[in-house]
């Protein structure tokens, strides 16, 4: 009513109006009616900039808001959500909504979203059961969705004033050091700040508003060796309050470092395939771990006939070393002083996020769960998680990886050297840095991974300086990997980064020790053999058509 001094109603308020409505009306009218109902909206607002040798590239601010919609028809024990043949259906889009609270707007979004979702859910019931009449049983049933308790939480993260027109400039003076690297074809020094609001409800009660804030300073660089390899390496800083940043020296220190490690993988010689002992650094053995184990113990891997389930019938028994338990801990918001990015408080279904100890001793207690029960395990332990506009799925959070068997990095070093001699090998390897990771976990592929190691030294037996290598990747399978780690240091460190799976991209982290393996595999990474620039770059001192 014009004059009216009734406050706006909160978003929160909005669509738990309109979930009510239109939830009750499809209960009463809808055939078959859904036994469940949710709405995720989630807010982003971000500012990024990124700049090059010492111009910048772009600065962007970018506000948005978006809403997932879930429906469920049938049952619990089987719905439109249940696993056939390896598909996973999606069934939200994530609409986007009004940013300023116009409930008329929201609703309308709302109502035909909902429409379009409920329509592909029932078409989707309909093609299961129709199937199901075509495939055998499978002896190990489980329900499609859990039951648990409707929550109520509300913790909206701090705004931050980020002073963007400070860091463009920070920026520019700290891609210009590349400029004195005239041989690396491509850099970039880039800086995020992001946050956050997720808002959700459901037809069970639940009502939560949580988020988060980041803050992501990162560095790369691409070179050529003169065989026409590609190499390169990178850096992040990760932080969730801006006071938790590096000083500018630290910066400035961590983008020369980067450059100066692409100027010598150039130079350096190209691996050979190798059987040999190693270790993996803090940051490489938490990425080794998040790819290799992590995956394998997500719960919807378990109870899909398409997966190669490695793990699902060992609950009880060994797969690690006794010395090792693996926790996955989204409470922790810190380790050793870094921010955790993997953190929150509860996961995309509502769930209150534990920790959740998977391995102890060595031995496998439980799986990662969202609310799609696996076995024995009836109800989520708050690890389902998605990208807006995916379906969750159980997802990995902040894996710590707990060792009992630990030694200084000098007598790793030691015992390093000592393995090698043993097995009569030319040398060890030391994985100082790892980018990334990729595993196959479907019965149709090998269940085998590679991890891609960006920084890679071979430590030779007779006291020779660690020699710099290029082009490996550490290849191999899962169950035979695990048990040849035969100690770690004592100190752990902390890989930050975005997993991509099922439910999209999520933020995830993993903290351990480094590892001595008593063998790990390598094969040569693919050498792309391009050629040279013809020209020299612009702006250059030193560089030539061709490499000296």
Partial sequence: MYGSTAQPLSLIEILKGELDREFGIMKAKADPAPYFMAYEATETESDTASASLGALIDSLHIHSRGVDTTIRVGSPQFDNYHPYKGVRFRFTAYSPISLDNNADEIRRALWRDSDRVYRAAVGRLLQLKTDEQLIAEDKEKSDDFSSEQPAGFANVPERYRTDMTEWTGRLRALSAEFKTHDRILASQVA??????????????????????????????????????????????????????????????????????????????????????????????????????????????????????????????????????????????????????????????????????????????????????????????????????????????????????????????????????????KPYGLYFEEVASGYTTTGRRGLQAFTVVPLVVYRVYPDGRPDELIRGVDIVGTPLSSFQRILATSNKSDVFNGYCGAESGSIPVSAVSPAILVSEIETQKKRNAQRKAPILPRPGGSTYHATFE
């Fill in 191 to 424: 800086f995020r700040a992001q946050r956050e609001i997720r808002t959700l409800v459901n037809s069970e009660g639940t009502q939560i508003e949580q988020g988060s804030n980041l803050f992501r300073f990162e560095v790369g660089a691409d070179g050529l060796t003169p065989d026409g390899m590609d190499v390169s390496t990178f850096a992040t800083v990760e932080a969730s309050d801006p006071a938790h940043m590096p000083g500018e020296t630290q910066l400035r220190a961590q983008v020369k470092d980067v450059a100066d490690k692409v100027d010598a993988l150039m130079k350096a010689p190209p691996a050979e395939p190798i059987v040999c002992p190693a270790i993996l650094s803090g940051r490489a053995a938490a990425v080794f771990f998040h790819e290799i184990f992590g995956h394998r113990v997500e719960g919807h891997r378990q109870k899909d006939v398409e997966e190669g389930q490695t793990f699902t019938k060992m609950l009880g028994q060994q797969v690690l070393p006794a010395f090792i338990s693996v926790r996955f801990d989204p409470t922790r918001r810190q380790f050793d002083g870094k921010d955790l990015i993997g953190y929150y408080e509860y996961d995309d279904e509502g769930v209150k996020a534990r920790p959740v100890d998977v391995v102890e001793k060595g031995v496998l207690k439980t799986f990662l769960l969202s609310r799609s029960p696996v076995g024995e395990f009836a109800h989520s332990n708050g690890h389902g998680r998605k990208q807006p506009g995916f379906e969750p799925e159980s997802r990995q959070s902040n894996l710590i990886v707990e060792s009992t068997k630990q030694v200084s990095d000098t007598e790793l070093r030691a015992m390093l050297v000592a393995e090698v001699k043993k097995q009569v």
